[in-house]
């Protein structure tokens, strides 16, 4: 099962609402990433897009990459606008003045930046009134459009242009990862989870169940960035992986507040394996690195703790 | 025709947006914004209102909500004030480049600091330029079929711009007035539901706000200028509409004892009415060539329907309800000498910066305005403004 979640792609719907000619960095797990939404969602869904990477590649006018309908409005409203179109659309239905009376998935897609930061009260907002949309964070933790600047989900020890490394300051972001999951899941919202583009069906399962849970749905979708992550484009997804089998990015879902790991490895590579090919992370000491690691196996652990309760509930 | 209800005239505004059957409401409450959109939850809660009433975390929401009941295709509308509406100001340029026909109505407050939550213009000035349609109404009827018109307007598929529908906060916002309502089938035929142009749609997918490159950015924004200014003539329309089937007529300039007048006020919102007691005492007692031209459309500017009121006028002075820091006049005073400064035989523009944050203007400022503006005309007096009633 884990190796056809990693190698078997292929199988994957064969329909597409993201067309090829998009002006992504070659090697970009975010479009990747989107791509493998669009498969699973096919073509009854609205998108509702924050400024960022995601709506600058795709969307340069005369050219768009969208299928589907697809609207742009700012950077920190993505979750308001989409609220917007789900409230429209619901009434214009009832009305019986909407010209499709099929079910439509409601999107809002938005970067860390877009989310845990300048989005935050807008999400928040949303998720709050109960309005029936899939929320994916794209999070390539940093503002990757404006040139690479640190956002609150950009992890310790990171240089970014905002947080460089320095001879005075030889550590680079100071600050730990916003944990953006945990605080949606707080909204008490019915369906929550993270995921990654290396493991294509763990996130087309998870993005088919976000859409068809009534009510809202967040996904956290950890998708790296060869350019801003200062590495090789090919890297993308083989970085991906290995930061599940760090247990950096653990992939997991929070249903009606039972936490459930997704993906397990009996195995964990060591932290060094995901910060050691990536540029953003070569300034480290060894000191550093060893106080990753406890950070690393600190908030999996307090993770598990959570999935054991939940078993326990549920038993 | 139904007969007058004296009702508070918030509550008239949310009957006129009840009679226009709206789809969406999307608001977030400020002061003195509030009584209406507290109605409309009413309504809806009552199910007198068939509409999705979105009670958000914040004005920038409220907008960016808007932006998307709008795209969907549902008629839409909200309600703010001051500080609401400078939160807005990112959505408001918006809203209109993507042609979303938002309507809002603007319970005219001034903007902090420090914090007041009463009437003035500086709200609606610092978001002049957003290319909003912006009218203003003087009485609670006005801001009743105003209310009703913007829709109509706003739709219209030669427009697909937002309208705000300006109202002066507790001077108009909270007093009881006279209004006569219209019936809901009167109102049905005048104001049928809206056809969108273009809407979110799966299937028939369109991209909306896609990025702007240096070669069609200019013509974007040349577009959406032509569009606006077009608009006058739809407005002008939907007022020639209305007063047919409904007997009230409206112009985008309306004068006041004008005939004949040497002299003339200019004033935008509720201060009108007090002008109009003022022109009363000054023609009846002392016999006086003075009249009142009363600004209902702000944007676009109605530069024709302005200058064609200025023949035999000598002096115009404009009272301004803010402040434009630094710069040549008072907003309004400034944009009327841009208006006439070409034109044969302009008049000499006097500009006045009074009522603000809720100081009261009275019909002897008015009749003293009158005579500085005179005198000053008489000395060629070269000034930025003079502001009435300040303690200096
Ligand atoms: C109000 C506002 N502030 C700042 C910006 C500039 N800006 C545009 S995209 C962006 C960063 C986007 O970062 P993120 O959301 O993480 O998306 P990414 O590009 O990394 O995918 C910033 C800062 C803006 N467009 N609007
Ligand atoms: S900067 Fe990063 S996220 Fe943005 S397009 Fe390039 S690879 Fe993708
Ligand atoms: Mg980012």
Redesign the pocket.
């Known amino acids: 099962m884990e190796n056809l979640n990693v190698y078997a792609a292929k199988l994957a719907p064969q329909q597409e609402s993201l067309a090829p000619g998009h ?9 990747l990433a989107v791509r493998l939404v669009a498969k699973t969602l096919g073509r009854d869904y609205i998108i509702a897009n924050a400024t ?3 709506e ?2 795709t969307s340069s006018f005369p050219h768009s990459a969208w299928q589907v309908p697809w609207i742009h409005v700012a950077f920190e409203n993505a979750a308001a606008v989409a609220s917007g179109v789900e409230a429209g659309i619901k009434v214009l239905q009832r009305k019986g003045r909407y010209p499709v009376d099929r079910k439509i998935t409601i999107i809002a897609q938005a ?1 860390d930046g877009g989310t845990v930061d300048i989005g935050l009260q807008a999400l928040s907002g949303a998720l709050e009134r109960g309005h029936d949309m899939v929320y994916i964070c ?1 999070d ?1 933790e940093a503002y ?2 404006t040139g ?1 600047q640190r956002s609150s989900s950009t992890p310790y020890g990171a240089t970014t242009t905002t947080s460089p490394a320095g001879k005075a300051d030889p550590l680079g972001q100071h600050t730990m990862k916003k944990n953006i999951v945990e605080i949606a899941a707080a909204h008490n919202i019915p369906y929550v989870a993270t995921a990654s583009p290396s493991y294509p069906f763990d996130l087309m399962q998870k993005v088919r169940k976000a859409a068809d849970t009534p009510g809202p749905a967040y996904i956290h979708c950890f ?7 200062r590495m090789a ?1 090919n890297l ?1 997804v083989s970085i991906g992986r290995i930061a599940v089998e760090s247990k950096v990015f653990p992939l997991y879902e929070i249903e009606n507040g039972e936490y459930k790991m997704t993906v397990t490895h009996k195995n964990h590579r060591p932290v060094i394996d995901y910060l050691k090919p990536q540029g953003r992370f070569r300034h480290l000491s060894e000191a550093n690195i060893a106080e990753i690691q406890q950070q690393v196996d600190k908030s999996y652990d307090r993770l598990l703790k959570k999935v054991k309760m939940s078993q326990i509930e549920l038993d | 025709m139904a007969k007058r209800i004296g009702i508070e005239v918030s509550l008239a505004i949310s009957e006129a947006v009840r009679l226009a059957n709206v789809d969406a409401i999307a608001a977030y409450p400020i002061t003195p914004q509030t009584h209406i959109v507290e109605h409309l939850s009413e309504l809806v809660a009552s199910g007198e209102l068939d509409a999705a009433f979105i009670p958000v975390e914040s004005e920038h929401s409220a907008m960016s909500v808007c932006a998307g009941t709008s795209a969907a295709g549902a008629r839409t509308y909200t309600a703010t004030s001051s500080q609401g509406l400078a939160l807005m100001n990112e959505i408001l340029y918006i809203i209109p480049a993507l042609r979303l026909p938002v309507v809002m109505t603007i319970a005219n407050r001034a903007v902090s600091g420090p914090i007041s939550i009463w009437n003035d213009h500086s709200d609606i000035m610092g978001v002049r330029d957003t290319g909003w349609i912006a009218l203003f109404a003087e009485n609670g009827q006005e801001a009743f079929d105003l209310s009703l018109m913007a829709f109509k307007i706003a739709e219209d598929h030669r427009v697909l711009l937002p309208i705000s529908v300006n109202i002066d906060g507790f001077t108009l916002s909270h007093v009881i007035e006279p209004h006569e309502f219209l019936d809901q089938d009167e109102v049905d035929k005048f104001l049928p539901p809206y056809t969108p142009a273009v809407q979110l749609n799966p299937d028939a997918p369109v991209s909306m706000g896609t990025v702007g490159i240096p070669e069609i950015f200019s013509e974007a924004k040349k577009c959406q200028d032509e569009v606006l200014k077009g608009s006058e003539a739809v407005i002008k329309e939907v007022f020639a509409d209305f007063g047919e089937r409904f007997g009230r007529h409206y112009k985008v300039v309306e004068t006041y004892r004008s005939e004949g007048a040497e002299t003339l006020l200019l004033t935008m919102g509720s201060v009108g009415e007090t002008a109009m007691e003022a022109i009363d005492r000054l023609r009846d007692e002392e016999n006086r060539p003075v009249g009142l031209i009363r600004l209902r459309l702000w944007r676009p500017f109605p530069v024709e329907a302005l200058r064609a009121e200025m023949s035999g006028v000598k002096t115009l002075a404009v009272i301004d309800r803010a402040v434009s820091f630094g710069g040549t006049a008072g907003p309004v005073a400034g944009e009327i000498r841009s208006a006439l400064y070409s034109t044969d035989q302009a008049p000499y523009v006097a500009s006045f910066i009074a009522g603000l944050g809720g100081r009261d203007i009275t019909i002897s400022d008015f009749m003293a305005v009158v005579d500085q503006a005179e005198k000053m005309a008489a000395a060629n007096e070269i000034h930025q403004y003079k502001m009435i009633g300040v303690r200096e």
């Open positions: 002006r992504a960095c070659q090697g970009c797990a975010e479009l960022g990477c995601l600058i590649v970067g794209y390539n990757m459009n690479v998708v790296p960035c060869p350019t801003g992550w484009p993308a």
